[in-house]
C-alpha cells in the first residue's frame, strides 16, 4: 500500500495582535447658564453687523459649551464677557462663518466691530431672571407740585392779546374768532361780531401784538369765492388801492388802546350784510413790504355771514391751540412734514405755558399725533416732500421731545404724553439714503426704470413722498420674493398692515402695478431689501426693538446689555416670561439715564412694547401660572405712567406672597393676601384709565369733528389709548387669576353685605347715586356697577347688586341690612353682565348661608304678590316716626360729660360714653368729651338779628323742598350749606361759654393755644350738614321731618391713632353670636367713610377671642392723619332712631385738615408684617367688644375706637348695632 500522507505542516504562528483600542471619550456634558447664552448672543449679532431678525442663540449656547469643554470654568467666562471691548479676547467671540448673516452686496455697509461691554450684572437663573428681585419702591416717582416749564420759563407767560380773546369768548355777540401764529412768537386775532345797535352789520375785529407796523392788504368774496374789490364804504380810515392789485385795498393797523403788557395795534372793518359778501380775505404785510403773514399756505378768510358762522361750530372752539391745530390741519397743502414741523413750534409755546395748563396742552398734540400715527390724518395732500426733508422734519420733533422730556417733570403727564409722541414719528435719520438706495439696488440688479412696473412707480413714491407706509411695503415685498412671487403673500401682508389696494392708488405717485417677481434676482434682492427695510425702519419706525438696540448702543449701562442681549437671543423661545423680566429689568437699569436721551427713550418704548406683548401671548394659561406673569407686567406699568405711586407699592406687596408668584396654588391665607392686592391694583389700573380719559376724550371728539376723523377713531380714542397701552397686559393677567384667587381664598362669586330673599324689576344704573332719589311704585333690584357706600337706598328698592365692593360698615350697608334690602357684590364680570342684561325683566334672589346668591326669572303674578307686603312694609316704617318732635334748647350752650345722662340735650354718642365710665378695663382710655346740646344751632339762628336773614332762606328752601323745587335737591342743600359757613354769626356769649365747657372738660387745645376761630368753622361745618343730600333722602323716605332734626356737637381730642377699628358684637350679615372687627391704619375715617378699598376683617367666638379667622386683608391704598387737634362730631337726634339707622349719615370735622398718606403693609406695616403681633392686637380689640357688650346688658353693640401708637387703646363710641336697639328708646 502507498506510504501514508505526511502529516499537516503545523499552523504559521497567530500575527501579533494590536493593543485593544481605547473605549470611545464621552463627549462631555455641560450646562451653560441661560443670561450668559444671552450675553454671547448679543455679542454675535452685533459682531455680525446686528440683522434684523437673526437669532444667535444656538451659535451661542454651542460656542460657550465647546469653551468649557475646553477647560474654560464659568466664572472665567462671565468675566471675559464683562470685560470692556479694549480687553476682550477675540478669539473667545469671534464667531464662524457659518455663524454671520447671508454675503452682502459689495456695496452695503459692513458689520460693525465695535463690541459692546456687557457690564457687572450678577445674573442668576434665567427660569427666574429677578431672582433678586429689584425693590419696588426704587421705582417711585411720586407727582409733583413743580410747574411743568422750561427752566426759562418758571411762570406761565401772559399773552399779550389775552384779555381781548377771553372778553371775545364771553361776548355773545361775537360769532366767530380765531387767533393764529405770526411764526415769532407774536399773534393775530380776529372775531366777527354781530353790532348791538345795527344787527345786520359784521363787525371785523383784526389785532396784534407784532411790533412791526401793519398793513391789511384785503379783497371779498362772493357766492363763487373770487377775490374783488372791497366798496369804498367798508375802507377804513387812510386805506388805499395798490397800484399793482385791481383787486385788493391796503388799510393800516391803528395803535389799540388800553393797558396791554406790550403796544397792540388794530383795525376795524363793518360789513353791512345788505352787500352779499361772504367772507373778507386779506394778509397781512409790514409797512416796508419786506416780510408778509399768511394762514399757512393759504390766505386768511373771515366770514361776514354771520347766523351761517354761527352754525358752524367748528368756528366756536374756545381753545386757543385747539383752534390752532384745527387751521393747520385745514391747510390747502399739508404734509407729515408740515405736521412735524408744526407740533415742534406748539410744543415749543406750549412749554413756555402759553396755552396754560402744559400736561393739558400737550394731550393735545399728542392726539394729534396718534391720529396721524393711525392714519387718521392725511400724510401728503397737495405737496410733495423728499425723504431729506421728511427726515430733517423728524428729527427736529423728536429732538424737541427729548429735550422736553429732559425738562420737565418725569412724574407728570406732560412728559407721559411728550414720551408717548415718540410712538407716533420715526427718529429720522438719514433720509437721504431712501432715495439713493433705491436707486443703488436697482442698479446693481440692473432693473431697469421702466414706466408702468411696480419697482418704478414704488420708487418714484420713495422719491417724492416716503411714509411710514414704506415700510409694510417693503416688508410685503420681501415676502412676495420668498414665496417665490405669490402676489397672494404680497396683498395679505399688507392687508394685515392696513394697507389697501385703494390706498396704494391713493398716493400722488401711485402705485397700481402688481409687483414683479426675478427669478435669478431673487435670493440677492431679498438681502438686498432687508437692508434697505432698516433704512425705512430707521426713519420711519418709532418704538421697534432691534433698531432701537442699535442706536441706543452707545448709551446702554453694561448692566442692561446682558437682558437686553437675552431678549433678542431669545424671542422666539416658547416661555414668555423669563422674557418679559429680562425686558422689565432693562428697563428699570435704564430709567435713571433715559430723561432728555432720545435713543434710550426709544428703547424704553420698545421693551415696553415687548413685554405688552409676550403677556397678551401668554396671559390665556389655564391655570394659576398666568400669576407668574403680574409682576413683570405690573413693573412695566409702573415703568410707564407718571405718577406710579400708588402702583409701585402695590407690586411690593405683590412680590411678597412666595406662592402665587411661582404660580402654585396658595394656601387660603395667601390667597386671602393676594386677592386683596389685586382689588389695589384694579383702582389704581381705573385711575390710570379715568385720568386718560378724562384728558383725552373731550379734546379728541373736538379734533376728530373739525379733522374728518372716522367716528369710531374719535369715539373710541381714549378707550384705544388705555387697550394699547401697559395697563391693559395686567388687568389682562388679573382678569385670569382672579376667579382662581377667590376659589383658592373659599371666597366664591359673591359676597352678600345685607342677606334678603327679594321679588324685584330689574333696573341698570351706572352709579346707585344716580337713583338714590327715586321712588319706585313696585319691588325694585337696581345693578349697578357702583356703589361708593356713601348712597341712600331708592324708595321701592328691595335690592342692590354691585359688581363695586362697598364696606361692609359702610352707611349703605348699614341702611340696607336695617331695611332687609338685598345688598351684594358680585365678583364674576360674566354673571353680572347676565343680570344687567335682564333690565325690565322680574326676578327671584336668594342668599344662602354658604354665601351665595341665586337668582331666577319669574312672572309678574310673583312681583305683584311681592308688592303689597313691601308696601305695607313702607307704610309701616314711616308711619313710626311721623309724629316724633323736635327737642327743645336746653338753655346752656355746653353740657359736660357728668350731665350727659341727664334728660334729652344730648345724643346717643354721648351718652353711651357717659354710661362706659368705670364700665372698662383700666388700660381702655374714653377720651374726656363735653358736648353742645340739642337745637344751639336753631337758638343761634334765632335768638340774633344777624343771623335772619339766614333763617329765613333756610326756611324758604326746606319750604320749597317739601312742595316741589325747581332747582334740584342737590343745588338747593349745597347752596344752604355754603350760606351758613359764610353768613352764620355765633354771639360772643356762646362762643365764650363753649371755649370754657372744653377747658373745663379737660380738653386740650392743641399747642396751648385757643383757637376759636378754627374751632367755630368745624362747629359750623357739623351744623351745615344738617343739610346733606343724603341725610335730607333718608330723612323724608323714612317720614321724619327735616325740622325734627336736631344737631348736638360732641367735641373730644383727636387720637394719634397707628390703627382704627369697628367691632361689631354680633355678625352683621349672618347675625351669628360672635365678634366681627374692622381694622385700618391710620384714622377710622377710612373705615366708616367713602375710602375704596377693603379693611382687615376678622371673626371670633365671643368665648375664645384668641381664635381669630380671618375674612379680608387690608387694600385700602391711603391712611388719614391729622396733627393735635379737636374733633367736632356730629351727635344728632336722627342718628340712633330704631329702624332708621340715621348713624353717619352727618359730619364729624376735626379742627384741623386730614392729611392721606399712601399706605405701604409691607415695610410700614407692623400688623401686615408680624402675625404674632396682628393675632394679639386682633384678640385683644375683640375681648374689648365682649366688655362693652356687657356693659350695655347683652345688647349687641357697634364700636368705634383706635389703638394709639404707643400701644393704648382708646374707645371713641359705642352704639345699639342697628336693628338691636332696646324697646323705648325712640
Not at 384678640?1179 to 367688644?1185: F, M, N, T
Request: with cysteine; charged share 25%; hydrophobic share 40%.
Amino acid at each position: 500500500p502507498p506510504p501514508p500522507p505526511p502529516p499537516p505542516p503545523p499552523p504559521p504562528p497567530p500575527p501579533p495582535q494590536a493593543p485593544p483600542a481605547p473605549p470611545a471619550k464621552e463627549k462631555k456634558e455641560v450646562k451653560v447658564p441661560d443670561d450668559l447664552v444671552g450675553v454671547m448672543a448679543y455679542i454675535l449679532w452685533e459682531q455680525a453687523g446686528k440683522p434684523d431678525g437673526a437669532d444667535f442663540g444656538t451659535s451661542a449656547r454651542e460656542k460657550l459649551e465647546a469653551e468649557i469643554r475646553a477647560g474654560k470654568t464659568i466664572e472665567q467666562i462671565e468675566l471675559e464677557l464683562r470685560a470692556p471691548p479694549s480687553t476682550q479676547s477675540s478669539a473667545s467671540i469671534s464667531i464662524d462663518d457659518s455663524q454671520k448673516s447671508k454675503p452682502q452686496p459689495v456695496d452695503a455697509p459692513q458689520p460693525s466691530e465695535n463690541l459692546p461691554s456687557m457690564g457687572s450684572v450678577d445674573f442668576g437663573r434665567i427660569d427666574n431672571i429677578i431672582a433678586h428681585r429689584r425693590d419696588a419702591l426704587t421705582l417711585i416717582r411720586k407727582a409733583s407740585d413743580v410747574p411743568n416749564l422750561t427752566p426759562s420759563m418758571s411762570e406761565k407767560v401772559s399773552r399779550p392779546l389775552e384779555p381781548l380773546i377771553d372778553a371775545a369768548a364771553k361776548d355773545p355777540n361775537v360769532k366767530w374768532r380765531r387767533r393764529f401764529g405770526m411764526n415769532d412768537g407774536t399773534s393775530l386775532f380776529v372775531s366777527a361780531r354781530e353790532n348791538e345797535s345795527s344787527p345786520d352789520v359784521a363787525e371785523l375785529f383784526i389785532v396784534s401784538d407784532n411790533p412791526e407796523k401793519l398793513v391789511l392788504h384785503w379783497g371779498k368774496t362772493g357766492e363763487n369765492a373770487d377775490w374783488t374789490l372791497p366798496p369804498k364804504e367798508i375802507w377804513p380810515a387812510g386805506s388805499t388801492q395798490p397800484e399793482t392789485s385791481a383787486i385788493a385795498v391796503e388799510s393800516p393797523f391803528v395803535p389799540y388802546p388800553g393797558d396791554f403788557i406790550v403796544p397792540l395795534q388794530a383795525i376795524t372793518l363793518s360789513v353791512p350784510l345788505s352787500l352779499n359778501i361772504a367772507a373778507i380775505p386779506f394778509v397781512v404785510r409790514s409797512n416796508d413790504e419786506t416780510r408778509w403773514w399768511k394762514d399757512g399756505a393759504r390766505n386768511f378768510v373771515v366770514p361776514t355771514r354771520l347766523k351761517q358762522a354761527e352754525d358752524d361750530d367748528l368756528t366756536m372752539v374756545d381753545d386757543v391751540l385747539l383752534n390752532e391745530l384745527i387751521e393747520a390741519e385745514s391747510s390747502g397743502m399739508w404734509t407729515l412734514m408740515h405736521r412735524y414741523n408744526k407740533i415742534a413750534d406748539l410744543l415749543d409755546s406750549s412749554l413756555s405755558g402759553m396755552y396754560g395748563n402744559v400736561d393739558h396742552a400737550l394731550s393735545k398734540l399728542f392726539i394729534v399725533m396718534r391720529y396721524s400715527s393711525v392714519r387718521q390724518l392725511t400724510w401728503q395732500r397737495s405737496y410733495n416732500t423728499q425723504p431729506r426733508i421728511l427726515s430733517a422734519a423728524q428729527e427736529r420733533l423728536t429732538g424737541s421731545l427729548s429735550s422736553a422730556h429732559a425738562n420737565l417733570n418725569i412724574s407728570s403727564w406732560a412728559s407721559y404724553f411728550v414720551r408717548n409722541m415718540l410712538t407716533c414719528v420715526g427718529r429720522g435719520g438719514d433720509g437721504q439714503r431712501i432715495r439713493d438706495q433705491i436707486l443703488e439696488i436697482m442698479h446693481r440688479n440692473h432693473i431697469k426704470e421702466v414706466k408702468g412696473t411696480w419697482m418704478e412707480e414704488w420708487h418714484q413714491k420713495l422719491h417724492n413722498n416716503t411714509t411710514p407706509d414704506d415700510v409694510p411695503i417693503c416688508e410685503a415685498y420681501i415676502a412676495f420674493l420668498r414665496s417665490g412671487g405669490d402676489n397672494g403673500v404680497y396683498w395679505r401682508h399688507l392687508a394685515d398692515n392696513g394697507l389697501s389696494r385703494e390706498r396704494l392708488e391713493s398716493y400722488d405717485r401711485a402705485i397700481r402695478c402688481e409687483p414683479e417677481f426675478f427669478a435669478d434676482k431673487a435670493s440677492a434682492l431679498i438681502g438686498e431689501f432687508q437692508d434697505y427695510l432698516a433704512v425705512l425702519k430707521s426713519v420711519h419706525s418709532a418704538a421697534e426693538l432691534t433698531s432701537a438696540v442699535k442706536l441706543a448702543n452707545q448709551f446702554l449701562p453694561n448692566e442692561a446689555k446682558g437682558y437686553i442681549g437675552f431678549v433678542l437671543a431669545q424671542r422666539g423661545c416658547a416661555e414668555p416670561l423669563p422674557l418679559m423680566e429680562a425686558c422689565v429689568e432693562a428697563r428699570s437699569v435704564i430709567a435713571p439715564h433715559i430723561q432728555g436721551n432720545r435713543e434710550l427713550l426709544y428703547l424704553d418704548l420698545a421693551l415696553e412694547a415687548e413685554v405688552r406683548g409676550f403677556a397678551e401671548r401668554d396671559a390665556g394659561s389655564s391655570d394659576l401660572g398666568a400669576a407668574r406673569l403680574v409682576a413683570p407686567t405690573l413693573q412695566n406699568l409702573c415703568l410707564s405712567v407718571a405718577d406710579n405711586e400708588e402702583l409701585c407699592y402695590c407690586l411690593n406687596t405683590w412680590t411678597t406672597l412666595p406662592s402665587i408668584t411661582q404660580g402654585i396654588r396658595p394656601s387660603k391665607e395667601e390667597a386671602l393676601r393676594a386677592a386683596a392686592v389685586v382689588e389695589r391694583v384694579r383702582r389704581a389700573l381705573g385711575t390710570v384709565s379715568d385720568e386718560l380719559s378724562g384728558r383725552l376724550a373731550k379734546p379728541a371728539s373736538i379734533l376728530g369733528k373739525s379733522l374728518g376723523v372716522d367716528p369710531w377713531a374719535s369715539d373710541l380714542f381714549a378707550e384705544e389709548i388705555v387697550r394699547g397701552s401697559p395697563a391693559f397686559a395686567v388687568s389682562l393677567v388679573l382678569s385670569r387669576i382672579e376667579p382662581l384667587l377667590r376659589s383658592a381664598a373659599d371666597l366664591g362669586s359673591w359676597q352678600i353685605v345685607s342677606p334678603a330673599n327679594i321679588v324685584g324689576r330689574v333696573v341698570v344704573a351706572s352709579g346707585l347715586h344716580e337713583v338714590q332719589e327715586l321712588e319706585y311704585d313696585e319691588p325694585t333690584i337696581v345693578a349697578s356697577r357702583q356703589v361708593t357706600g356713601e348712597e341712600e337706598i331708592p324708595v321701592g328698592c328691595v335690592g342692590v347688586v354691585t359688581c363695586d365692593t362697598p364696606d361692609m360698615l359702610s352707611h349703605v350697608s348699614v341702611r340696607a341690612r336695617n331695611e332687609g334690602v338685598l345688598l351684594a357684590t358680585c365678583h364674576d364680570d360674566d354673571l353680572f353682565e347676565q343680570i344687567e342684561k335682564l333690565a325690565g325683566g322680574v326676578l327671584r334672589m336668594e342668599t344662602s348661608s354658604g354665601g351665595d346668591v341665586t337668582y331666577e326669572t319669574v312672572d309678574e303674578a310673583s312681583l305683584k304678590a311681592s308688592s303689597g307686603d313691601h308696601a305695607s312694609h313702607a307704610a309701616e316704617s314711616k308711619s313710626k316716626f311721623a309724629k316724633l318732635k323736635a327737642p327743645e334748647w336746653c338753655g346752656s350752650w355746653v353740657v359736660q360729660m357728668d350731665d350727659f345722662l341727664d334728660g334729652s340735650n344730648v345724643g346717643a354718642k354721648s351718652k353711651n360714653l357717659a354710661k362706659l365710665r368705670g364700665q372698662l378695663p383700666s388700660e381702655v382710655i374714653l377720651p374726656s368729651s363735653a358736648t353742645v346740646p340739642f337745637s344751639s344751632f336753631e337758638n343761634v339762628l334765632e335768638g340774633n338779628r344777624e343771623n335772619h336773614a339766614l333763617r329765613d332762606h333756610l326756611k324758604r328752601t326746606l319750604d320749597s323742598i317739601e312742595k316741589g323745587t325747581s332747582r334740584s335737591l342737590q343745588e338747593e342743600l349745597t347752596e344752604s350749606r355754603a350760606l351758613v359757613m359764610k353768613d352764620l354769626y355765633i354771639p360772643n356769649q356762646a362762643s365764650d361759654a363753649i371755649q370754657e365747657g372744653i377747658e373745663k372738660a379737660g380738653i386740650s387745645w392743641p399747642d396751648g393755644k385757643v383757637r376759636w376761630e378754627d374751632a367755630s368753622t368745624a362747629l359750623k361745618s357739623v351744623w351745615a350738614s344738617k343739610f346733606n343730600e343724603r341725610a335730607f333722602v333718608s330723612a323724608r323716605k323714612a317720614g321724619i321731618k327735616q325740622d325734627y332734626v336736631r344737631m348736638a356737637v360732641l367735641i373730644q381730642e383727636v387720637v394719634d391713632a397707628q390703627y382704627a377699628f369697628v367691632i361689631h358684637t354680633v355678625h352683621p350679615t349672618t347675625r351669628a353670636q360672635e365678634i366681627y372687627a374692622e381694622m385700618v391704619v391710620g384714622l377710622g375715617e377710612t373705615l366708616v367713610g367713602n375710602y375704596a378699598g377693603s379693611a382687615w376683617s376678622y371673626v371670633t367666638p365671643k368665648d375664645s377671642t384668641s381664635d381669630i379667622s380671618i375674612v379680608s386683608y387690608p387694600s385700602k391704598s391711603v391712611a388719614l392723619t391729622t396733627p393735635a387737634s379737636l374733633i367736632f362730631r356730629s351727635d344728632s337726634n336722627g342718628e340712633d332712631l330704631p329702624g332708621y339707622a340715621g348713624a353717619g349719615l352727618y359730619d364729624s370735622v376735626p379742627m384741623d385738615e386730614q392729611s392721606t398718606v399712601p399706605v405701604d403693609y409691607v415695610t410700614e406695616c407692623k400688623m401686615y408684617q408680624e402675625e404674632g403681633y396682628r393675632n394679639s392686637v386682633m384678640s385683644q380689640v375683640a375681648s374689648l367688644g365682649v366688655e362693652i357688650e356687657k356693659a350695655f346688658g347683652g345688647v349687641p353693640q357697634d364700636i368705634e375706637g383706635c389703638i394709639t401708637r404707643d400701644g393704648r387703646i382708646v374707645v371713641v363710641q359705642s352704639r345699639p348695632m342697628a336693628g338691636f336697639e332696646p324697646e323705648g328708646t325712640v
